[in-house]
């Protein structure tokens, strides 16, 4: 089963960019659909998007639709996520995820049926004002 580590994150100012990486190791990347999620402290971990295995399509909320783009490189078992215009309330914990099945990943925070079993460690943003 791959395993993920996620870096890139730090402190920000507002305004600012951020480049997040979720490195995978143990398993066949590109057979995995990959998403990014996010948990501000005292809330529920959210959706910010997923990427099909070849990286053709994206999915994104609408809540970071035109700030926040998502890659992938498989040849270096990678997906990236972008982050523009970083605003306090983009402060929160940045998780990568991976299934086989990208339904999965953008419905695994809202429908309690379903498990995302794959979860990176988490880096964390810190925008501040």
């Known amino acids: 089963q791959v395993q993920l580590v996620e870096s890139g994150g730090g402190l920000v100012q507002a305004g600012g960019s951020l480049r997040l990486s979720c490195t995978a190791s143990?398993?066949?990347?590109?057979?995995?659909?990959m998403g990014w999620f996010r948990q501000a402290p005292g809330k529920e971990r959210e959706l910010i998007g997923a990427?099909?295995?070849?990286?053709?399509?994206?999915y994104y909320a609408d809540s970071v639709k035109d700030r926040f783009t998502i890659s992938r490189d498989n040849a270096k078992n990678t997906v990236y996520l972008q982050l523009y215009s970083l605003q306090p309330e983009d402060t929160a914990v940045y998780y990568c995820?991976?299934?086989?099945?990208?339904?999965?990943?953008?419905?695994?925070?809202?429908?309690?049926?379903?498990?995302?079993?794959?979860w990176g460690q988490g880096t964390r943003v810190t925008v501040s004002s």
């Open positions: 995820g991976a299934d086989p099945i990208l339904h999965t990943l953008v419905v695994v925070t809202t429908d309690k049926d379903k498990v995302l079993e794959i």
């Open positions: 143990g398993g066949a990347f590109s057979t995995y659909a």
């Open positions: 990427i099909t295995k070849s990286g053709g399509s994206t």
